[in-house]
């Protein structure tokens, strides 16, 4: 899914720039849930575009991927004098993936752009809490649900999606409850949880 910068106009003529970036919302102490027993990608052959594309990120300046190859504590990636050179030059070497990565944000935008105008239009209290994150810190985020995204953009599988989705978000409800470090990522899961129940017993 794409990002999309934009601003939103306040009654008092001030403009408040956003940027709508879809989430995957795991625990960072959580490992990936594709990982298999022996700690290898369980889906390897079949990985989502963003898992290829990795450690780059088709949604910012080319010239600046250079920031993500700085190794992070637990990457098993070869940064020594042998390992293949990725990036040069400002550019990418091996770009299939973050090409065809980028081309399908692009395509997403106008997606995106509907969920934004359909959120701002029937949810104005996301501005305060967009405005009071931003008040705290300069900038700030406000994390929404998937099932608002299928409502808003009237997804002719929202009911199979909410399906899907539904035994994931119950099982992470039980991984983080009783939590107290991860009290937000429970009240979210089990709030979603009920949302995708919903969703999942819609009539088409």
């Given at each position: 899914?794409?990002?999309?910068?934009?601003?939103?106009?306040?009654?008092?003529?001030?403009?408040?720039?956003?940027?709508?970036?879809?989430?995957?919302?795991?625990?960072?102490?959580?490992?990936?849930?594709?990982?298999?027993?022996?700690?290898?990608?369980?889906?390897?052959?079949n990985k989502p575009s963003?898992?290829?594309?990795?450690?780059?990120?088709?949604?910012?300046?080319?010239?600046?991927q250079a920031d993500l190859?700085?190794?992070?504590?637990?990457?098993?990636?070869?940064?020594?004098?042998?390992?293949?050179?990725?990036?040069?030059?400002?550019?990418?070497?091996?770009?299939?993936?973050?090409?065809?990565?980028?081309?399908?944000?692009?395509?997403?935008?106008?997606?995106?752009?509907?969920?934004?105008?359909?959120?701002?239009?029937?949810?104005?209290?996301?501005?305060?809490?967009?405005?009071?994150?931003?008040?705290?810190?300069?900038?700030?985020?406000?994390?929404?649900?998937?099932?608002?995204?299928?409502?808003?953009?009237?997804?002719?599988?929202?009911?199979?999606?909410?399906?899907?989705?539904?035994?994931?978000?119950?099982?992470?409800?039980?991984?983080?409850?009783?939590?107290?470090?991860?009290?937000?990522?429970?009240?979210?899961?089990?709030?979603?949880?009920?949302?995708?129940?919903?969703?999942?017993?819609?009539?088409?």
């Amino acid at each position: 899914m794409a990002t999309l910068g934009t601003t939103i106009k306040l009654a008092d003529r001030k403009e408040l720039a956003v940027l709508i970036v879809p989430t995957a919302y795991l625990p960072s102490s959580f490992p990936c849930p594709a990982l298999g027993e022996d700690n290898l990608c369980g889906i390897h052959n079949n990985k989502p575009s963003r898992c290829k594309t990795m450690p780059f990120y088709p949604y910012r300046a080319e010239r600046y991927q250079a920031d993500l190859l700085t190794p992070r504590p637990g990457w098993a990636c070869d940064t020594s004098t042998s390992a293949s050179v990725v990036f040069e030059n400002n550019k990418i070497v091996f770009r299939d993936d973050f090409d065809h990565e980028r081309q399908e944000l692009l395509e997403q935008v106008p997606i995106l752009r509907r969920y934004a105008e359909y959120m701002l239009k029937y949810s104005p209290s996301l501005i305060n809490s967009l405005m009071h994150a931003a008040s705290k810190t300069k900038a700030g985020h406000v994390v929404t649900s998937l099932s608002s995204f299928l409502t808003a953009t009237k997804s002719a599988d929202a009911k199979k999606i909410a399906q899907q989705q539904l035994p994931i978000l119950k099982t992470y409800v039980e991984k983080t409850a009783g939590l107290t470090q991860l009290a937000d990522f429970y009240r979210n899961y089990l709030n979603w949880s009920k949302e995708m129940a919903y969703l999942s017993q819609r009539q088409e």
